[in-house]
DNA sequence: CAGGAGCGTTGCAACAACTGCAACGTCCAT
DNA sequence: ATGGACGTTGCAGTTGTTGCAACGCTCCTG
């Protein structure tokens, strides 16, 4: 809508690939070089970019602050938080919150295993949208065309042998989650990690978040994760409850 | 420099400490309504901005993803991480990896301690300039112009009794720092924590980042973390060797 | 050591894009 | 039913943005 803006902030995703000079990011903008030099002094001002010792220009330190920021102050994060963390006691295992948002799946808290065999995640993420159990929770909640439309356009990367290959098995799949309230990963993104996930909903029954429940085969086997699924499910529903203001929020001992 | 960007990405940090309605952004900027709403409408199309179903805007998801794709694409965050994970295999606690930029020092890397007390920190947070180890190592290497003025412009928050609690205390403490090669951090962030810090230097000997090992006095006292400075600092010049180019870089044990 | 190429930077005039206004639509509360 | 609050849209004025050309600088080369 604002051209102006809209060029600079087609300077990010740019230079988040790598650092860049003045001409390159001029080139891959279409603009002339002195109209590039000024947006990315805008964006420097504002410390979304940093001019390291050679010149060339790459993400700044702000940005991070930002997404630091923003994340501390979602409320959904704040209320689940505590229950993760009691949930991750009983169980040990990593736990994941994780929200859905234009397209994209990401997690947006985490308790690390107990265990010393960790997954690799990272808060802020972006999930394997098409195999994770939480993003099959958040998707499987979309109205029928939405989720059609969603899954038309996603790639279905085989990971593992047990990926969801394509976008019919995907809506099945979705169709079955949407069914059932609660949704697994077998081993569908790493071969020797299983997660268990439940939904945690608003006030109006949408679901809004999901967590999840991660280990790998190592340690416990699929089954033996499948028997704790009761117990993420109560956790999310005492989420659900405090998040849509059902319950009033204290030290709710939970299950 | 430029007025439109400039106005667009003040919503950011404005959006950051909370969810705003366009009414509330149009008035913090100055603007009328329809001036905010195309500048939220295009930080919009970008995924900076998400507009959540009460209709109030937030920061976006797209924010944490190039925050995230940002933070892996830094080199020295890649060298270094697994000298720190080795480091913390060795002695156990809480490993940090730290850079400065434009007047903040900010953590880009973390192993947690494996004891079960842990402090709270995150990777993209902002540290206690005035008091974190690393912060300290990373200021003392300015030019001395440049310290005083970044010493000037602080705040001395008192965290604890042994914070440093003034611009020309500071300024000693980082002329001590810079002679000494080291520093550390006693209970000036938490009354419990203490750090002792290295720092990480490139091809010209300049401070490109710094490192530290922190752990509460109820694992180890101050004394006994000090005996670790000799391997933090063989790990930090381990770093500093790949980093500058002038190790090759492979399996190289430290130590 | 001089010459040239490459890159970032600045002042300026032309113009396109941005701004603020006012009017409209919608939703909610009274 | 009615008023108010809020988001949204088309429009005309003009401000802010653009691309150009010229300059300064550094680095490399003959």
């Known amino acids: ?44 001002e504002h410390g979304l ?22 994340m501390e102050n979602l409320d959904i994060r704040e209320i689940a938080h505590p229950h993760l963390a009691r949930l991750n006691e009983r169980c040990g295992h990593t736990v994941h919150l994780a929200v859905h948002e234009e397209g994209e799946v990401l997690y947006i808290d985490k308790v690390e295993s107990r ?3 960790r997954m690799y995640s990272r808060i802020g993420k972006p999930v394997a949208i098409t195999v994770a159990a939480v993003a099959k929770l958040l998707l499987a909640d979309l109205p029928e065309g939405e989720r059609r439309a969603v899954a038309e356009k996603l790639d279905y990367p085989l990971y593992t042998a047990r990926s969801t290959p394509n976008a019919p098995a995907f809506l099945r799949e979705l169709e079955k989650v949407r069914e059932q309230g609660w949704a697994t990963d077998l081993g569908g993104h790493e071969e020797s990690i299983n997660c268990v996930a ?29 028997t704790l699924l009761p117990l993420v499910r109560r956790t999310a529903d005492t989420i659900s409850g405090e998040y849509s203001g059902r319950t009033p929020i204290k030290e709710a001992p939970e299950g």
């Open 49 to 70: 970019v940093y001019r390291q010792s050679d010149q060339r220009y790459r993400l700044g330190a702000r940005l991070f602050a930002l997404a630091q920021e923003a």
């Open 1 to 44: 809508m604002s051209q102006t803006v809209d060029r600079a902030l087609s300077i990010l995703p740019l230079l988040a690939e790598g650092p860049a000079d003045l001409g390159q990011v001029a080139d891959r903008l279409g603009v002339h070089k002195s109209t590039a030099l000024r947006l990315l002094r805008t964006l420097h």
């Open 198 to 226: 439940a939904p945690i909903r608003g006030a109006d029954g949408r679901v809004v978040a999901a967590m999840s429940v991660s280990a790998p085969n190592v340690v416990v086997t699929a089954d033996e994760l499948l």
């Open 115 to 117: 265990y010393p065999v």
